[in-house]
C-alpha cells in the first residue's frame, strides 16, 4: 500500500504568511505573461515584416550612384561606375561586397501581347542573386530558353496601377500580374527575338526590372554594341547604413546614397529591440518572484520544521518527503503558467483583430515557440522548487 | 537481525565511565527476541545510548551495527527504512504532533509500513484506556495519555528491536503493567527484541539480559 501524503499535508504550515505567498504567485503571473507576451509580439513583428524585410542575413543592402550634374551630363563615363571605381567601393572595410546594378545595350520593348492592348520600351537590369531581397528558385534561366523570369521593383508596379485608368487599362493585383505572360522583345545587331517574360517575384529593395544575370550578359553579347556595358547603379552590402565611415566616403565622392531603404529594416530592429528588453525584463519579473517564492517555501519548511524532522525521525524517507512537500505547489505553478498564456493569448486575439484587423502574415493562435516557453516554464519552476525543497529538508536532517 | 555494540562511549564522556558500566566500551551482542534491561541512573548517558542505537546522533566513539550494517555510516536516506522496518523507539520525551488527534498520530505511523488494521489500533487504544482520546488533539492530552499514545505508536510497525526510554515514567502501576503486557504480547508476536532503558529496576519486565549503565 502506498504511504498517503494526507495526513502528512496538515503539519505544513503554509497558510502562514499568505501576503508573501499571493505576492510571489501574482509576481510570477505578471513575469511569465511579459515573457509570453514579448516572445509572441517579437514572432508577430518577424511575420509582419518578413515579406518587406530589407535587411538580410543581418545587412543592409542600400544603392548608389553618381550625383547627374549640369557639368557631368552628357558624359556617360563620368556618370557610370568604372571597374577601379566598384574596386575601390570593394576594398572599403565598412562594405563588405559591391554589385552594379548591370543594364541592357540594346533596344527592349514590353508587350502585353493579346492580354492587353499594353506596349512600351523598357529597360532590364541585373544584379548578383545574393543582393536580391526576395529571390526565388524560379528566378533562372539557360540558353535557349524563352521564358525569362522577372523581379519587378514593387514600386514600378505601384505606378503602373496610379496610370493604368487614366489610360483606359485595368488595374491588376500582384497575383494577377505574376500570372500574366508578357512578350519581351529584344532588338539589335539586325536580329529582333521575342522572348516570354514572366514577373516572378516583386522586390522592394530594388528600383528596377531583374532578370537573370547569365540572360543579360547573353543577350547584351547577342544584341549589344559589343562594348562592355557600366553600370550607373551600384549595390552595396553593409552591416550599417548609418555608419559614419560609410557616409563620409559617400559625400567625399560625390556619389548619392538611397538609404530610405532601409528605414524598414531599421524600424523592425528598434521593435525587436524593444520587445527583446521587454522580454528579459520579463525574464527578471520571473526569476524575482521565483526567488520570493523560495523565502516563502524556506518559511513554510522552517515554521514546520518540528513536525518535518519528526517525521524523518519516524521513518519517513527524505526523499519521499521532499517530493511530496514539492508536489503541493505544482498545481500553484501550473495554474500561474496557464493562467499567463490565456491573458498571452487574449492579447495576441486582441493584436491581431484590433490592432492588425486580421491581416493573414498574423495567425490569432499563439505561436509553438510560446507555448513551448510556457511548457519549459513550467517544467523549470518544478524542478528548482523540488531541488530547493529537498535541500532545505537534507539541512534539516542534518541540523 | 542481530543488534552488536563495540567500545560505544559517548565522545562528552570520560574514559572512567567504561571501568563502572557494563554497556560503555564493552562489546556487546544482542540477538532477536532478548527481553534486555538496562537501568540508568540520571546523569549516566541512558537517553544518549538510545538516540545512538536509532541513528539519532552521531556523537560517539565505538560502533553500533544492525547485521553488519554500521548506523555511524547510514545516511537519512538509509536510515529510514531501519526505522520503519526494524528498529521502533518510544522517546522519554514523546515527541507527538502537538497539533493532530491521537488517531492521526497514529494514523501518520501506521500508514508507513502497516503491521496493523485500523480496528486493531483502536482496540489498542481501548485496552490503555485512551479509546475516548482518538479524537482528541495530543497537545490536550495528559502526559500519562501522551506517553500511551506513543507506546502504541511503536507498536503499529513491524520491529526486531524496539528502544524503550522510560516509558512509563508519567503512568501509574497499573496502566504501567497494562502497557508492559501488550509491549510484550507485541514483541513475541514479532519474535522483536526489547531494549528498556529506566532509572531503576522495573519489577514486571520479566528481562532475560540485565545491564547497569
Given at each position: ?23 510571489s ?95 512600351t ?32 521593383s ?23 500580374a ?9 532588338e ?50 553593409t ?10 566616403f559617400?559625400?567625399q ?134 531541488r ?12 | ?20 558500566s ?82 492521526e ?52 510497525q ?42 531503576e ?13
Open positions: 500500500m502506498a504511504v498517503s501524503f494526507k495526513p502528512i499535508q496538515p503539519l505544513l504550515q503554509t497558510g502562514t504568511n499568505a501576503a508573501s505567498r499571493w505576492f504567485y501574482i509576481g510570477l503571473g505578471v513575469g511569465v505573461l511579459l515573457l509570453l507576451c514579448s516572445i509572441q509580439m517579437f514572432i508577430n513583428i518577424q511575420q509582419l515584416l518578413k515579406e518587406g524585410s530589407i535587411r538580410k542575413n543581418g545587412f543592409d543592402y542600400i544603392s548608389i550612384t553618381k550625383s547627374v550634374t549640369n557639368e557631368t551630363m552628357g558624359q556617360p563615363e563620368k556618370n557610370l561606375f568604372s571597374q577601379a571605381e566598384l574596386d575601390e567601393l570593394k576594398a572599403q572595410p565598412f562594405i563588405e561586397d559591391v554589385s552594379p546594378l548591370l543594364p541592357n545595350d540594346f533596344r527592349v520593348k514590353l508587350s502585353a501581347g493579346s492580354v492587353l492592348a499594353f506596349s520600351d523598357m529597360f532590364l537590369e541585373t544584379l548578383d542573386n545574393d543582393f536580391i531581397d526576395t529571390l526565388p528558385p524560379s528566378f533562372t534561366w539557360q540558353e535557349g530558353q524563352y521564358n525569362i523570369p522577372i523581379i519587378l514593387s514600386d514600378f508596379f505601384e505606378i503602373y496601377n496610379v496610370f493604368a485608368p487614366g489610360q483606359g487599362l485595368p488595374q491588376i493585383s500582384r497575383e494577377t505574376m500570372g500574366i505572360p508578357v512578350q519581351i522583345i529584344c539589335g545587331n539586325g536580329l529582333t527575338e521575342t522572348f516570354t517574360g514572366k514577373i516572378v517575384a516583386f522586390s522592394d529593395r530594388v528600383n528596377s526590372v531583374l532578370v537573370p544575370k547569365n540572360f543579360l550578359l547573353w543577350s547584351n553579347k547577342t544584341f549589344g554594341k559589343g562594348a562592355n556595358v557600366q553600370a550607373s547603379r551600384v549595390f552595396v552590402k552591416k550599417d547604413a548609418n555608419n559614419t565611415e560609410l557616409l563620409k559617400v559625400d565622392k560625390n556619389y548619392k546614397l538611397n538609404k530610405d531603404k532601409t528605414l524598414l529594416g531599421r524600424n523592425k530592429m528598434v521593435i525587436q529591440g524593444i520587445f527583446s528588453g521587454l522580454g528579459i525584463f520579463g525574464l527578471l519579473v520571473v526569476l524575482l518572484a521565483l526567488m520570493l517564492f523560495s523565502f516563502y517555501l524556506q518559511l513554510v519548511i522552517a515554521r514546520s520544521k518540528d513536525s518535518l524532522q519528526l517525521l524523518l525521525t519516524l521513518g519517513y524517507s527524505p526523499s519521499w518527503l521532499s517530493r511530496n512537500v514539492a508536489r503541493i505547489f505544482v498545481p500553484v505553478y501550473i495554474v500561474v503558467v496557464i493562467a499567463a498564456l490565456a491573458f498571452t493569448q487574449l492579447m495576441q486575439w486582441s493584436f491581431h483583430h484590433f490592432v492588425m484587423y486580421d491581416r493573414e502574415e498574423l495567425s490569432t493562435p499563439l505561436h509553438w515557440v510560446t507555448l513551448l516557453t510556457a511548457v519549459v516554464l513550467i517544467v523549470l519552476s518544478i524542478i528548482t522548487n523540488h530547493l525543497v529537498r535541500s532545505l529538508l537534507n539541512k534539516l536532517h542534518t541540523n | 537481525m542481530q543488534l552488536t555494540i563495540s567500545n560505544l562511549l559517548p565522545v562528552y564522556f570520560e574514559k572512567s565511565h567504561t571501568q563502572t557494563e554497556v560503555w566500551g564493552k562489546e556487546i551482542v544482542w540477538q532477536k527476541g532478548e527481553l534486555i534491561k538496562i537501568v540508568a541512573p540520571s546523569g549516566s548517558g541512558k537517553s544518549s545510548l538510545i538516540n545512538f542505537l536509532y541513528g539519532m546522533r552521531k556523537d560517539f566513539d565505538g560502533a553500533i551495527r544492525y547485521d553488519q550494517q554500521d548506523v555511524r555510516n547510514m545516511n537519512p536516506e538509509q536510515l529510514a527504512p531501519l526505522r520503519k522496518d526494524h528498529v521502533s523507539i518510544v522517546f522519554q520525551d514523546l515527541r507527538l504532533f502537538p497539533h493532530q488527534t491521537v488517531a498520530n497514529l494514523e501518520i505511523k501506521r500508514q508507513l509500513n502497516p503491521f496493523h488494521s485500523p480496528e486493531k489500533v483502536l482496540e489498542m487504544t481501548e485496552r490503555l484506556g485512551i479509546g475516548t482520546k482518538m479524537n482528541s488533539l495530543a497537545k490536550t492530552c495528559s502526559y500519562g495519555e501522551q506517553q500511551r499514545v506513543a507506546i502504541i505508536r511503536a507498536l503499529l513491524p520491529f526486531d528491536f524496539l528502544l524503550l526510554d522510560e516509558p512509563f515514567s508519567h503512568l501509574d502501576d497499573r496502566n504501567s503493567q497494562n502497557a508492559m503486557q501488550l509491549i510484550l504480547e507485541e514483541a513475541k508476536a514479532r519474535n522483536a527484541s526489547i531494549v528498556l532503558a529506566d532509572l529496576r522495573i519489577e514486571f519486565f520479566p528481562y532475560t539480559r540485565l545491564f547497569h549503565l
